[in-house]
């Protein structure tokens, strides 16, 4: 017995090495779409139910309920299996549904036995699904069963056995079946005729299961086998086995000339001439500020030009609270301009009467809070905005483009009123501020077709003493660092920068530039800032600010300065789109100041001008409120004087 238990083991062991080895084989053919076969199991039958009349000339003293038996099913099968994780079986075979119902004792005390030796012509059409990158398989389908034999054997104590055939059969029986199989590959991979040994288990419930016309017999089988099956492969073309191409890579490092910790700036912040309103209310938002009539009194527009604190991208929550004040700042200025008329115009996806309500809203703030002349005010409602976010036939991130479109914007004819950076209302802001690690003073990576060809990249920057400092890893085709990080305590430094990138097919990529970084002696640098806003999606619209572009900003650059221009966009649609798109307007910009500074005679202004797109690292604000997302379509323009 000892002996035989290791042979039993020897064979498991081997078994299950072939099919590891077969498994890890590389297929040499393709795996056939058709195969054929037989299967053998054992169908374990349970009875339920009542049976007592056994045929018309047979009822039996005491009834049957529970049974049980083992019978043989066998069948041949075809199999197609196209590519994918969908296809077909077909098994048409032999099935035994015989069993023995448990002993009863009928009323003379008498023990009596039940069997019977049921059978089927079968025939199984079924789904197959199959479990990505394994052997196991799920069928599930009908069964249509054609009455093959319906004998019985009927014992009872003190008389004699009848053997007989059961009467009121149905001679078709319509049910279904759910199961589960694996396949267990038994050719070699390079062999074009395919082997497979296949076990499987079946459930067939009782549904449609009864067999009878009469009485409530019905059978629940659970089916336990294994299949032989056979199919034809045909061989794999021969793959090119070269290489693949490295594929060609730019990598670029764009450093500042000098990298200041801090810079005192006097900003001009323009104003956008909208309030946007929560969707289901036309209530003006908490958010933005609100003063009582006493408040308003003492309201100077001048009292929010004072110094703001800033965070490192360079803006601050400070400047979105003087945008929170548009409200108060358009009151002053109409009670400072008593001759001015303005026009408010609400648009809501809701109607015209919903958008005249969030136009009212504003109304009422402004005349019953500045004692403003209702007559100076004018009101509409839009479905839409004149310039909407949501074009037609537009379907991606509308809940966002919609939120934007929600608003009261503000016009006016009057010329106090006008904003300095080309029509419209609300001229900018001027504010006191101070950036700390502003944005130009960062090191810009670039590396071409990043996205598309690496899984990811990173950086390593030795300096001339042998230090290594590592970022990454990268995904986007830009990244930048901070210049002060990468100094440290250091006033300057040379440094080799090595991109290590991994392609998508596995090659490794280096590419290997340097640059030179240099500390601000200073410990404030001071500059000026402007900015100018677009509508969505829009890179067009530098047009509307030429004029101020080329008189107020051109002229406040002095020759020998530097001018870093760089490009942002909100979140809203694709990355490589806003990315191409903030890089447009920065372009933009920098071509219509040198234009103005030629005809000036400055000739030695240095331009450093980048686009960011909608990286949420380096935008100038959060994109959680329709306001930011709308500041965040924007150019920012730092002048830099020369020291």
Excluded at 147 to 175: E, G, R, V, W
Excluded at 463 to 492: K, M, W
Excluded at 601 to 618: A, L, M, Q, R, Y
């Amino acid at each position: 017995m000892i002996h035989l238990h290791k042979k039993i083991q020897t064979v498991i062991i081997c078994s299950m090495i072939m099919i590891l080895a077969n498994n890890a084989l590389k297929a040499q053919v393709t795996q056939p779409n058709w195969w054929f076969g037989i299967s053998g199991a054992a169908n374990f039958n349970w009875y339920d139910g009542t049976t007592q009349r056994l045929n018309g000339s047979l009822i039996v003293p005491a009834a049957f309920h529970k049974g049980f038996g083992v019978r043989p099913y066998g069948s041949v099968l075809v199999e197609y299996r196209p590519a994918g994780m969908w296809g077909g079986a077909l098994n048409v075979g032999y099935d035994g549904r015989g069993g023995k119902f448990k002993e009863v004792v009928a009323p003379c005390n008498c023990p009596a036995d039940l069997t019977t030796n049921t059978s089927y012509v079968t025939v199984e059409p079924s789904l197959r699904l199959s479990v990505p990158k394994t052997n196991l398989y799920f069928f599930a389908g009908p069964r249509v069963a054609f009455s093959l034999t319906n004998d019985f054997t009927y014992t009872q104590l003190k008389q004699p056995t009848t053997n007989a055939q059961l009467s009121d059969m149905h001679k078709t029986i319509i049910s279904g079946q759910v199961g589960v199989g694996y396949e267990i590959p038994l050719s070699p991979a390079a062999s074009l005729t395919k082997v497979n040994l296949s076990p499987f288990v079946s459930y067939q419930p009782y549904f449609g299961e009864e067999p009878r016309d009469i009485e409530s017999w019905s059978i629940t089988t659970v089916r336990a086998g294994i299949a032989l099956k056979f199919g034809r492969g045909s061989k794999l073309p021969v793959k090119d086995i070269t290489a693949p191409p490295v594929p060609e890579i730019s990598f670029t490092v764009r450093a500042p000339k000098t990298v200041p910790l801090q810079r005192q700036v006097s900003e001009t912040l323009p104003l956008r001439s909208s309030i946007f309103f929560d969707d289901g209310s036309a209530e003006i938002p908490g958010r933005y500020i609100m003063l009582s009539n006493t408040q308003a009194g003492n309201f100077k527009e001048e009292q929010l030009q004072k110094q703001q604190s800033d965070n490192t991208t360079g803006r601050s929550s400070r400047q979105l609270n003087v945008y929170h004040n548009i409200l108060n700042i358009l009151g002053d200025r109409l009670r400072a301009n008593p001759g001015t008329t303005i026009s408010l115009s609400g648009a809501s996806g809701k109607g015209i009467a919903d958008g005249t309500a969030l136009a009212i809203s504003v109304k009422q703030y402004i005349v019953n809070t500045f004692a403003i002349d209702g007559s100076r005010i004018a009101t509409e409602g839009r479905i839409k905005p004149l310039i909407p976010s949501e074009q037609p036939g537009g379907s991606k991130e509308l809940v966002l483009l919609r939120a934007g479109d929600r608003r009261v914007d503000v016009t006016s004819t009057s010329p106090q009123l006008l904003m300095e950076v080309g029509g419209g209302l609300m001229k900018p802001v001027q504010i006191e501020a101070t950036q700390v690690d502003p944005l130009d003073s960062r090191v810009v990576l670039n590396v071409d077709k990043a996205k598309e060809l690496f899984k990811s990249w990173s950086v390593d920057l030795t300096d001339e003493r042998g230090v290594v400092q590592h970022y990454g890893p990268f995904t986007n085709n830009q990244e930048s660092i901070s210049g002060a990080a990468i100094l440290g305590t250091n006033p300057e430094g040379n440094y080799k920068v090595v991109m290590v990138g991994q392609t998508k097919n596995g090659l490794t990529i280096t590419k290997e530039n340097s640059v030179h970084l240099a500390g601000v002696n200073e410990a404030v640098e001071k500059g000026l800032r402007f900015s100018i806003l677009f509508d969505f999606d829009r890179a067009n619209s530098t047009a509307a600010y030429t004029k101020f572009l080329s008189n107020t900003v051109a002229s406040s650059i002095t020759d020998g300065a530097t001018v870093i221009i760089h490009g942002h966009t909100d979140i809203i649609g694709e990355e490589d789109h806003n990315l191409k798109l903030s890089q447009e307007r920065a372009r933009e910009v920098q071509s219509i100041l040198e234009r103005a500074l030629a005809k000036a005679g400055k000739n030695s202004v240095k331009f450093e001008t980048i686009g960011f797109g909608e990286d949420v690292s380096h935008s100038p604000f959060d994109n959680n409120l329709p306001e930011e997302r709308f500041y965040n379509r924007t150019v920012i323009i730092d002048i830099i004087p020369v020291k």
